[in-house]
């Protein structure tokens, strides 16, 4: 017994050093998941059985006038992708008049968030498309606000997603206002992004817009992340405590949207997508 | 070993198989932190009562399940629980022994043990300390043992686990 459970601690450290620094426990842990599938499934079947009653059961009318408040968000949303379109061409055709390239439109999926819990000391979630729908590791995860986080597991029939809110996370963004680049760190609370190394005469207020700045190369540049919900500028300190909260409703957020890009910047010194333990894109956290 | 004929596999399974699904049941956000560590005390029963077929392999596989389930690093569960299967393994004839409080007592101490290697492992990650509250899971884990112990001690006598 004493063999054996000397054997087992030094195993489970390996696996640990391993898991942490390299990644070739991908496999393991993606065969292994899916063995353990069935375990997901049968917890997440309350919640999608209770899903296809309703959907099965509701009446006529409710149905009606769900379909006419869809109609109607659907004129508005049609309405506004109209101006859209017209920016988007202008865009591209400003960009081609600069020379700079850049890729508008990207191909889209939209998974539903399987109802299981994981480490409750962990930003994490889990979805219901995996790589057999073509999902990667390291590919950006939005709801229909914002950016959520990204892929770090995969199966062939779910993944694993780690939130922009999670320690492990960092983000590169830039202030929408003026282009203020920074980098959003996850503090562990579901609600607030942390701002580190901002200079305290830097020009970053209380309700800037804070969006996806492309570097990096994981997300696609444009997309909205968070608001600034404070900035403390203390004389004797170097840097400003900025805070932001994420516009994603991370916490009760159902389906997300899984993106793939069309023009990764991959000449950057990004890491490339087999390394699904860096999510600090370009940067590593200090 | 030969001895004894083997039986009862299948309720041993289930009962871990039910473990694993309530660790991951979706629990409303106020009542996560009262979950209690169902594979540890499913395993301390086990060992205890059947430590010739449940010990440290079994202990090392269900944490590498737990681990691969919710999603934490691969080994960080199956090291704490590997120790706790051994610990039981050690003194599971004295425990035998014991009276219920007395053994719920001592399921504390192992459910304690367990956190205290996570919040290790958790700093040695760099992962923030997390708050007051991961204690009261092994709170509840002793409050609910005898309840535990007592239903799968009848489970065990009636389909005769060896």
Known sequence: ?286 | MTLTPRRGGGIILASFLLALLLTILPLPEWARIYRPQWYTLVLIYWTTATPQRVGVGIGWLTGIIIDVLTGTLLGQHALALSLIAYITHKMHQRLRLFPIWQQSLVVLVLLLIERVLQLWIMGALGQPVPTLSFWISPLVGMLLWPWIYIILRDLRRKFQVR
Do not use: C
Not at chain 1, 78 to 88: F, N, P
């Open chain 1, 1 to 286: 017994m004493t063999t054996r459970v000397v054997f087992a601690v030094v195993v489970s450290v390996a696996l640990m050093v391993m898991d942490q620094r390299q990644h070739h426990l991908e496999a393991v842990r993606s065969t292994l998941s899916v063995v353990l599938y069935p375990l997901n499934f049968i917890v997440n079947l309350p919640q999608s059985s209770s899903r296809w009653l309703s959907e099965t059961f509701s009446t006529r009318k409710q149905l009606h006038e769900q379909n006419r408040s869809l109609r109607k968000e659907n004129l508005l949303l049609q309405a506004r992708q109209q101006k859209l379109v017209s920016l988007e061409t202008e865009n591209q055709r400003l960009r081609d008049l600069l020379d700079s390239s850049f890729k508008i439109g990207e191909r889209v999926l939209i998974a539903e968030l399987v109802a299981v819990d994981l480490d409750p000391f962990r930003q994490q979630v889990l979805i219901n498309k995996g790589s057999r729908s073509g999902i990667y590791n390291g590919q950006p995860v939005l709801d229909a606000n914002a950016v959520m986080g990204q892929v770090i597991h995969t199966n062939p029939f779910t993944a694993t997603v780690l939130l922009i809110t999670d320690v492990r996370h960092a983000l590169p963004v830039q202030v929408n206002r003026n282009g203020l680049r920074s980098i959003a760190l996850g503090t562990g609370r579901i609600n607030e992004l942390e701002l580190p190394n901002l200079p305290n005469n830097s020009d970053i207020q209380v309700g800037d817009l804070l969006v996806t700045s492309g570097l990096g190369g994981r997300f696609p540049t444009g997309y909205p992340v968070a608001q600034v919900i404070s900035v403390i500028r203390e004389p004797g300190q170097p840097f400003a405590t900025v805070k932001a909260r994420p516009k994603a409703y991370l916490e009760r957020a159902r389906e997300a949207l899984l993106v793939w890009t069309l023009s990764p910047i991959k000449n950057l010194g990004a890491d490339d997508d087999d390394t699904p333990e860096a999510p600090a894109s370009a940067t590593s956290k200090p």
